[in-house]
T-cell receptor, first 113, second 112 residues
Framework: NAGVTQTPKFRVLKTGQSMTLLCAQDMNHEYMYWYRQDPGMGLRLIHYSVGEGTTAKGEVPDGYNVSRLKKQNFLLGLESAAPSQTSVYFC????????????FGPGTRLTVT | LAKTTQPISMDSYEGQEVNITCSHNNIATNDYITWYQQFPSQGPRFIIQGYKTKVTNEVASLFIPADRKSSTLSLPRVSLSDTAVYYCLVGARNQAGTALIFGKGTTLSVSS
């Protein structure tokens, strides 16, 4: 039981490049989330999903797109990376939305130059 | 979503009990209070959750007064390995479109 895994762990992009971050969970959770964490800012919700085929915007969705084609996977895409998107990205999943225990992945450290 | 306020940092020594208080003046009737712990280079980890009075598990206790406008996470006999950032969150369960908003957290430093 791997829990929540994220791919890749590290990535360096040039401004304007695109990439996709993959999140996978093996707990059969309905709800999945993408957060970004910046120094002194805590975690901020980018997008989330309440089930396969659904997505919704969080607190800071601009510049990102997401897809949930399979229940166990939640993809975060950056179409045209900007230096402001340099951050650590965390994926999480839970069996309920809101105040249900969220299980977090190990994070992806992204640097945009 | 209810806004939370917690101290930015706290210091302690090994073996002491640490209490981190979070204020949430506009907590709603159906909101739960949840605490997460985060170590450097790791994702947050769920510690404890409660609705009212006191909740205890193998790692911590959560004290919630009757008015629920604040809550206190209690860590008994901390060790160096408890050095981490602790987040207090308030939110309802299964409210459509609801997701947790993490604040800046409390950085706990434990010294020997």
């Amino acid at each position: 039981n791997a829990g929540v895994t994220q791919t890749p762990k590290f990535r360096v992009l040039k401004t304007g490049q695109s990439m996709t971050l993959l999140c996978a969970q093996d707990m059969n959770h309905e709800y999945m989330y993408w957060y970004r964490q910046d120094p002194g800012m805590g975690l901020r919700l980018i997008h989330y999903s309440v089930g396969e085929g659904t997505t919704a915007k969080g607190e800071v969705p601009d510049g990102y797109n997401v897809s949930r084609l399979k229940k166990q996977n939640f993809l975060l895409g950056l179409e045209s990376a900007a230096p402001s998107q340099t951050s650590v990205y965390f994926c999480a999943s839970s069996s309920g939305t809101g105040a249900y225990e969220q299980y977090f992945g190990p994070g992806t450290r992204l640097t945009v130059t | 979503l209810a806004k939370t306020t917690q101290p930015i940092s706290m210091d302690s020594y090994e073996g002491q009990e640490v209490n981190i208080t979070c204020s949430h003046n506009n907590i709603a009737t159906n909101d739960y209070i949840t605490w997460y712990q985060q170590f450097p280079s790791q994702g947050p980890r769920f510690i404890i959750q409660g609705y009212k009075t006191k909740v205890t598990n193998e790692v911590a206790s959560l004290f919630i007064p009757a008015d629920r406008k604040s809550s206190t996470l209690s860590l008994p006999r901390v060790s160096l390995s408890d050095t981490a950032v602790y987040y207090c969150l308030v939110g309802a369960r299964n409210q459509a479109g609801t997701a947790l908003i993490f604040g800046k957290g409390t950085t706990l430093s434990v010294s020997s």
